[in-house]
């Protein structure tokens, strides 16, 4: 087995096995911290698909932004001194019902997965990830990349006119 | 490609060789935290005009070896409310954050742990995970000033990330690249061409200068602030927080602290070196330029850097954390604005 496979297999176990704390502990911090090697996972992976830029990206975003965000919604809006920070229990009915529904997911993507013909391309080094997805934003998706940008700027004058005193 | 890790051409690539490239920035941390915190003792009493540490070893050289045994000799204490795991894991993971930042410094022409093409944006990235370091570690403890610390810690970083980047920004720019080895070549050719006077180019740079000294001045008042050293350290201000974030560690733990510290102090160092100061390159052209001499050369101009920071935090006072929220928002981040437009500006014209 050579590195490559190693790291993914390490990168895969370190997601799945911490999205299972994130999704069966009971204590809404661990949980949220529990979601940075999720995301460091994921990074990990998009590495191994030579996609460097997405997987800094993800770092960037998801554990520098969002992440963050989590934990400090979580921080302020409970007490912020107490430990038992904890998630409600499940109710028998939506226990099953989420069961069911999950299993039957989890179905239909294995049964893709395994009736699908998949193309497995050579794996190529690509060296400028960057300048292509800049190249490509700025000229092939410009009006997706601005309509972002928009909604981001609404976001922003919006949060700002709800946090500004009356 | 031509190579960039000296290690790859002497192992070729297995399992050791990547544990020996992984490694090597360990042993230079290590050594140079224990330079680092002599440095600090030392300069510090200068400034204040005492003579420091005296008594371990000749003139005190000794004095952080006996730091760090007294560190590891003290009892690790875990408060009985705190979260376990948590508290345990944060000092580690910010350990990680500053460590890992390394992989991309290119320590000599011949030396970057990891020649990525998107370096500078990575160790932007990597530097959230002491952020959320820091918050684990104030949180899991069960203390007000822990966590109070800890916030303000996140907040400030988050900040000053801000101008800190445009700042890199407007030098990407100008080298339309982030890999911190292209960006430390371009820049060869004596100190002229470091882009803290404008980067390489004719005699129309000139009309640049102005604005790449001040994105060099705001990045380094911006690192100053994401590694928590004064003026900007109110997340561990003594005289309101007792020690902010980092309260309730003890022995090897606050070791950590101390050690990613001074770790991410190199960190920002090291960037302000490749992309302002010219990196590896020799500041007097061919002139006592190579791999080894880059070394020296990288070397020489970081810890310069560290020289700086803790000069400054033996000089100035602290800031007040309204002071600090309007200097990061109001006045670095549109500075740093204007700068980035006329660089861009000027790159359209190709001056430069």
């Known amino acids: 087995m050579d590195l490559t496979t190693l790291a993914f297999f390490f990168f895969a176990a370190l997601t799945l096995g911490f999205g299972a704390v994130v999704v069966l502990s009971r204590n809404i911090m661990h949980a949220a911290f529990s979601l ?19 997987a800094i990206t993800q ?20 007490r912020i001194t107490g430990v038992d920070v904890k998630s409600g229990r499940t109710g028998k009915l939506q226990l099953g019902l989420t069961a069911a529904l999950s299993v039957a997911l989890a179905a239909v993507l294995v049964k893709i997965f395994l009736s699908t013909l998949w193309h497995i391309a050579p794996a190529a080094d690509v060296d400028a990830t960057a300048e ?14 601005e309509a972002a940008s928009i909604l981001l700027l609404v976001a922003i004058v919006g949060a700002a006119f709800i946090a500004r005193k009356k | ?37 002599l440095a600090e003792l ?25 730091e760090v045994i ?21 000092p580690y993971v910010i350990f990680t954050g500053a460590y890992a930042a390394f992989a991309v410094i290119p320590f000599s022409e011949a030396y970057a742990p990891a020649n990525i093409n998107v370096g500078l944006f990575y160790i932007f990235a990597v530097g959230s995970f002491s952020a959320i370091g820091i918050v684990m570690g104030g949180w899991a403890s069960n203390n007000k000033y822990s966590l109070m610390g800890a916030m303000r810690s996140v907040s400030q970083v988050i900040s000053y990330e801000i101008p ?25 050719g004596g100190f002229w061409n470091w882009y803290i006077f404008g980067g390489p180019g004719g005699w129309t740079k000139i009309f640049m200068i102005p604005f790449t000294l001040t994105l060099a ?64 390159t020799s500041p007097f052209g061919s002139f006592l330029a190579g791999a080894g001499w880059g070394a020296f050369w990288f070397i020489l101009k970081s810890m310069f850097v560290v020289f700086l920071q803790i000069w400054i935090r033996w000089t100035l006072p602290r800031f007040r954390v309204d002071q600090l929220m309007y200097i990061g928002w109001k006045v670095l981040l549109p500075i740093s604005l204007v700068c980035f437009i006329a660089i861009s500006f000027f790159s359209l014209l190709n001056l430069g």
């Open chain 2, 217 to 280: 001045i705001i990045y380094f008042i911006a690192s100053l602030a994401e590694t928590n050293r004064l003026p900007f350290d109110i997340p561990e201000g003594e005289s309101e927080l007792v020690a902010g974030f980092h309260t309730e560690y003890s022995g090897m733990k606050f070791a950590m602290f101390f050690f990613a510290e001074y770790a991410n102090m190199f960190v920002v160092a090291a960037v302000v070196t490749t992309i302002f100061l010219g990196g590896w």
């Open chain 2, 70 to 90: 007294k560190l590891l000799q003290k009892e690790d204490i875990t408060p009985t409310a705190a979260s376990k795991i948590l508290f345990n894991l944060a």
């Open chain 1, 132 to 145: 292509l997805i800049g190249n490509a934003l700025l000229t092939k998706y410009l009006i997706a990349f």
């Open chain 1, 36 to 54: 940075l090697f999720t995301f460091f996972g994921v990074a990990g992976l998009y590495v191994l698909l030579h996609a460097d830029f997405l």
């Open chain 2, 164 to 188: 800190a980047a445009v700042a890199v920004l407007a030098v990407v720019v100008l080298t339309s690249s982030m890999n911190m080895m292209e960006i430390s070549r371009m820049q060869e």
């Open chain 1, 59 to 78: 770092i960037m975003i998801y554990i520098g932004g969002i992440l963050v965000l989590i934990i400090f919604g979580v921080m302020l809006t409970t």
């Open chain 2, 42 to 66: 030392k300069v510090s009493a200068w400034i204040q005009e005492r003579l420091g540490p005296m008594r371990t070893g000749p003139w005190g050289i000794l004095q952080p070896i006996a």
């Open chain 2, 1 to 37: 490609m031509e190579s960039t890790n000296f290690i790859w051409d002497l192992m070729g690539k297995n399992l050791w060789s990547v544990v020996a490239v992984i490694s090597l920035p360990l042993i230079f941390v290590l050594i140079y935290a224990l330079v680092a915190i």
